[in-house]
Structure formats: C-alpha cells, structure tokens
C-alpha cells in the first residue's frame, strides 16, 4: 500500500510529543526520522497544540506528557514520544513501545528531607507524595510498606517541609532540584529514558506506522553503532 493509498484508508497520522524536558532532544531524532514540524512548532510565543509538518499527511500535537500516553493508548494518535515513567505508571494494554530513542535519561527515585533522622525501616505505612502513585505504591508494596499517595502534578520538593508527606517520589536527573530544597535521594524505582510509542492497533493496520517505527529504530542502532566505535 503507498502512503496515498494509506492517507486516503486511514486519514492523517497524528504524532504526539511531549511538552517540557525531552522534547529538545526529541527533535533532531524526529527529523532523522522524516519527522520536521511546521516553523510555528518553534515559536514559544505560539500557543497553539496542532501543528502541521512537511509530511502532508501527519500532524504534530504538543500535549502532556502524561497526555500523550493516553492519546495514542486510545488511538487518538497513532504514534509518540513519552519516557518509560509514563508508560511504566499507566500500563496501557493498546499502548506498544518497540524503539527505546536513548535520550531523556533520567530516574524516579524516593527522597525526604536531610535533616530527617527518623527510622523508617519496619514501618508499615508510609505517606508519601507524587505524581506517579501506581508505580509509588508498587515500589513500597515490595519494601512491605503500604504507601498512601498524595497525587501531586509539581512542587513535589515542599511537601516534606510543609508536613505533607515525609516522603516523595519524583524524577531525579543531577539531583540540584532535590539538594536546593534540603532533600536527599534514599532509593532509586526504576531508571527512565525515552520511548516511542504506537497504538497497536494502528501498527497492525497503518503501514505508515510501521515505516516509522522501522526509521526510528535505524536511527537508535546508528547512533548505538556510532558511539560504540
């Protein structure tokens, strides 16, 4: 099937990309890809979540991160960029991540305050704040610790300050944002890069998909090969 034939079988594919921390990353390794946003995609000022690209059949949106796991899990785009935290945290059946693009790197880790001299070791409960509470309350239910997550979207770093929670679980890279709030990392969940991801459906019918879940993975093999040498 040629991409015409595909356009008019399946209308235009939609390519979902996160807002914040990956995206610039994401960008060189889309265009590897055949994947160049409109110039308005680099306008900061624009406010704007559709966009077009030079691909007459696929548009970008610029959503959530969390967003874009579900959009592509319901088939509302067909493909997309999301680190693994996210698709670790919903799990969703119909969401198939087959390329890992290297970039993104990162890790969630559990943190409270330095000066917290409390024993936590043989407790049974714990309070801890996050904006990941299935992968949070997993980690603990493995340490035999039921953990009460308190769902927060930012600010994670005040809630052991403030009496919120003892606790939190959040994205850790350099760990300044931890250390400039008097916090320390104590444990490490899961290390996070980012992925690309496709509805399953759509790769089963779309060839299109397909072709681009094949660009991208050539282009993670190259760049492994290449920092091999």
Known sequence: MTTNQATKTFGQ?????PKGRILDEALPVMARAGVVP?????DKANRALSFDTTRDDMRLIRVRAFDVATFVAHGAAQIGIVGSDVIE??????????VDLDIGHCRLSVARLADDAQDHSGVSHLRVATKYPSLTARYFERQGIQAECVKL???ME???????ARQIVDLVSTGRTLKQNGLVETAKIIDISARLIVNRAALKKDPRVAELVSAFRADAEARTA???V
Not at 158 to 164: I, V
């Open 38 to 42: 409109e110039d308005g995609f680099h």
């Open 158 to 164: 005040l809630a052991p300050s403030l009496g919120l």
């Open 89 to 98: 945290e919903f799990d969703y059946s119909d969401l198939y991540a087959p």
């Open 13 to 17: 594919l939609t390519f979902a990309v």
């Open 226 to 228: 290449q920092e091999a």
């Open 153 to 155: 979207n930012g600010a």
